[in-house]
């Protein structure tokens, strides 16, 4: 594998999950939360997600595994490692309590009441909860990302994008109640930005790992996975975050049009 690939991969991952630090900037300088942008990008996000999943990542994998162990086996390895990688985001999402699941997102009104109705500890619980279970969360996404970067730049760009989206809400959730515990904007921001750490965490502890095993179906195994882990997230996480923020139709309306510009963007670039 070039280097030049690898950094790249690395340096995509690491901007999408930085972007937390976006969310908290956004928390300190807006008054209120911007509800219909919000909901429209968003429901893009998860278009993006869905589609590329569904249309590129998916039959990459099945080509790869197919192309490794026959055509029925192949189309069956794709298959599970796809749900395979479904059960796992599951399972790490079943395994964060509800009340800091970082998927239950905030409006930046909200803490202005919690201010008053919680003591300082509380908040700061709140905002460290927040931080270590999105840390957990785009631990996967961040392996996503990167792999599809590595083996394709012009899709991991796409999928980038989409992450670093719906991360902007997350670093809401841990800024404003560490802010408001602390009155450190300095604090709050930098808690913030770190919780996004884990993505290209992620990325290069798959990377190390993976590494020697590097192979067509190994890619497609992980191809397969990372298909199922985007389809969860964008059905579990992005749809409904973009619903409560907003109007129904303006999310499908970020869906649809999420869908056409990576539908377009494969087109341009095949």
Known sequence: MPPDNVLFAFGVTLAAGLATGIGSALAFFAKSTNTRFLSLALGFSAGVMIYVAMIEIFFKAKESLVGALGQQPGYLATTLAFFGGILLIAVIDKLVPSFENPHEIRGIEEFETLEAIHKKNSLMRMGLLSALAIGIHNFPEGLAT?????????????????????????????????????????RAFTLSF??????PVGALAGYLILMPFLNDMVYGLLFAAVAGIMVFISLDELLPAAEKYGEHHLSIYGLITGMAVMAASLVLFA
């Open 146 to 186: 990167f792999t599809a970067a590595l083996q394709d730049p012009a899709l991991g760009i796409s999928i980038a994008v989409a992450i670093a989206i719906h991360n902007i809400p997350e670093g809401i959730a841990v800024s404003v109640p560490v802010y408001y515990a602390t009155g450190s904007r300095k």
């Open 194 to 199: 770190l919780s996004g750490i884990s993505e």
